[in-house]
Structure formats: C-alpha cells, structure tokens
Nanobody, 132 residues
C-alpha cells in the first residue's frame, strides 16, 4: 500500500525552529508533486508549500505571503523524503501538518496556484504546537 509518514513535529517556543520530514513508500516518489498542508485548530486545512521533481521547483501558498520566507520545502529522492524547514515560528503556525502526494504535472505543481487538487495520498500528520 502507498504510505506517507510524517515526523518532526512537537512543542516549540515562539521564534523557534522545526524540521518536518515525510517518508514515502510504494509511491513513485521521484516524479510526484509533493505538498505540505496544515490544519490549525478549529479551521480548515490549508496548503503550505509544494515541490516538483527538483528542489528548484517549489511553490509556497499565498505566493509565500504567510510564510514570509520562514518555511522551506525540499526533497531527497534517494531517501523518498520531503522536508519542511520552519523557522521563526509563531503561535499562528500551530496546526497538524500533513504531507501529500499528487500525480499532477510538474508545471501544475509549481505554477497552478493555491488550489491544484489531485493529492490522492496523505500521511497521518504530525502536530506542531508553538507556545511559550
């Protein structure tokens, strides 16, 4: 079965950093559009960032406005893993973070805007809590 497993979440103080990881198995990982999403408490799930087949092919939700350069998505295809480096965290970043895989084209993955759909495989999520 296709599987995505996230890790790296936890409790961090405002201004702190975390790196989330997502390992895929039984997925054609290297050619998949991969994404990070999050669901804050009491709110709908929202996209955070996506990455195409290389580390130069990235998209940040809202054109990067809400991440403001604090988040970086990357991938290591040899390890079937994507990462989300999160710096200067604030309480508004508190959420369950999910990774997901999509078979949309590389162009759509990077240039398709915020809501491209097509993410058919999801992990179980990792909780990030930012609090003093």
């Amino acid at each position: 079965d296709e599987q995505l497993v996230e890790s790296g979440g936890g409790l961090v103080q405002p201004g702190g950093s975390l790196r989330l990881s997502c390992v895929g198995s039984n997925i054609t990982f290297s050619t998949s559009c991969m994404g990070w999403f999050r669901q804050p408490p009491g709110k709908e799930r929202e996209g955070v960032a996506r990455i195409g087949t290389s580390n130069s092919a990235t998209y940040y939700a809202g054109k990067g406005v809400f991440t403001k350069g604090r988040f970086t998505i990357s991938r290591d295809n040899d390890k079937n893993t994507i990462y989300l480096q999160m710096n200067n965290l604030n309480p508004e970043d508190t959420a369950m973070y999910y990774c997901a895989a999509s078979r949309v084209s590389g162009w759509r993955c990077v240039f398709g805007g915020d809501n491209i759909g097509g993410f058919g495989y999801w992990g179980q999520g990792t909780q990030v809590t930012v609090s003093s």
